[in-house]
């Protein structure tokens, strides 16, 4: 039972325009969310989280948005710039150690 | 550099030999994982150790045995590896609560 979905396994996007990835949970019990990005060869980099207490986190060109009625997340990302192609995981803790990831999005920015 | 140190970064190794994965971390976390990621899979969590006892252990096959003498440092010893098991290798630590700080990964490839 995957308990992190994140349904799009690739996205292209313009240089300069705002790229959105898409990520639904089914726990209820999760209260802390988190966006990492991985280039090829390389581990996973912690980007930006979010508490369920907030709906929205913003830290530069990425914000992410919370949607706790609908057990929905995003992270958008604008202006979208050629060193944001990567692989976006998104992840979920219900306050335990664990954390559950989504199978991640591909992200291509093109020139 | 991340915190979190990974080596070897690539082995290649016959499926009669063994070999040892090695994790380094000096944040001060007091949980760390090993996780696998195969092509076009998502990210697998295969074991937990917090406070140096493991907590978490997915069904991984025998041939994979964790070990962390203590809270800066966890091992993946490999035996009898099969070619399926070929994978980058990911070690995270985190602190309780929060969200993990990943390595760079060991490429393992299985001839």
């Known amino acids: 039972d995957q308990q992190v979905k994140q349904n799009s396994p690739s996205l292209s996007v313009q240089e300069g325009r705002i790229s959105i990835l898409n990520c639904d949970y089914t726990n209820s019990m999760f209260d802390y969310f988190l966006w990492y990005k991985k280039y090829p060869a390389e581990g996973p980099t912690f980007l930006i989280s979010?508490?369920?207490?907030?709906d929205k986190n913003e830290d530069g060109r990425f914000t992410v948005f919370l949607n706790k009625s609908a057990k929905h997340l995003s992270l958008h990302i604008v202006p979208s710039q050629p060193g944001d192609s990567a692989v976006y995981f998104c992840a979920a803790s219900d306050g335990a150690q664990k954390l559950v990831f989504g199978h991640g999005t591909r992200l291509t920015i093109n020139p | 550099e991340t915190g979190v140190t990974q080596t070897p970064r690539h082995l290649v190794m016959g499926m009669t030999n063994k070999k040892s994965l090695k994790c380094e971390q000096h944040?001060?976390?007091?949980?760390m994982y090993w996780y696998k990621q195969s092509a076009k899979k998502p990210l697998e969590l295969m074991f937990v150790?917090?406070?140096?006892?493991?907590?978490e252990n997915n069904s991984v096959p025998s041939r994979f045995s964790p070990e962390c003498p203590n809270s800066s440092h966890l091992f993946l010893h490999l035996h009898t590896l099969q070619p399926e098991d070929s994978a980058l290798y990911l070690c995270?630590?985190?602190?309780?609560?929060?969200?993990?700080?990943f390595g760079s990964g060991t490429r393992l490839t299985v001839v």
């Open positions: 944040l001060g976390h007091n949980a």
């Open positions: 995270a630590s985190s602190r309780t609560g929060q969200g993990y700080t």
């Open positions: 150790y917090s406070l140096e006892e493991r907590v």
């Open positions: 979010i508490s369920s207490i907030k």
